[in-house]
Nanobody
């Protein structure tokens, strides 16, 4: 059984930084894609960043240059480094994993497994 557990969320002032982590438990697939998504109150879930097993990554335009997605060598922990945070980054952040991977993705439909989320609040 696959389980994704996020951590690292919290409250920070605008301009600050946070690092989110997602621990992966269980066997997913040989080379799954991983991703970070977020959902703010009253808004649809949106893809933030995705990473393929070979390290290729993709980002939403709104976070390019500020957020970085990465994994540990064992592919058991996914990270999201968030810098220059803005109030509009406030949301519940979720990590997700696919069963296969051709290219990094930020589309929800490409992902099968989801964590429970960690809250990020940015105050201006």
């Amino acid at each position: 059984q696959v389980q994704l557990v996020e951590s690292g969320g919290g409250s920070v002032q605008a301009g600050g930084s946070l690092r989110l982590s997602c621990a992966v438990f269980g066997y997913i697939y040989v080379n799954p894609c991983m991703g970070w998504f977020r959902q703010a109150p009253g808004k649809e879930r949106e893809g933030v960043a995705g990473i393929a097993s070979d390290g290729r990554s993709s980002y939403a335009d709104s976070v390019k240059g500020r957020f970085t997605i990465s994994q540990n060598n064992a592919k058991t922990v996914l990270y999201l480094h968030m810098n220059s945070l803005k109030s509009e980054d406030t949301a519940m952040y979720y990590c997700a994993a696919s069963r296969g991977c051709m290219a990094p993705s930020t589309r929800s439909a490409d992902f099968r497994y989801w964590g429970q989320g960690t809250q990020v609040t940015v105050s201006s």
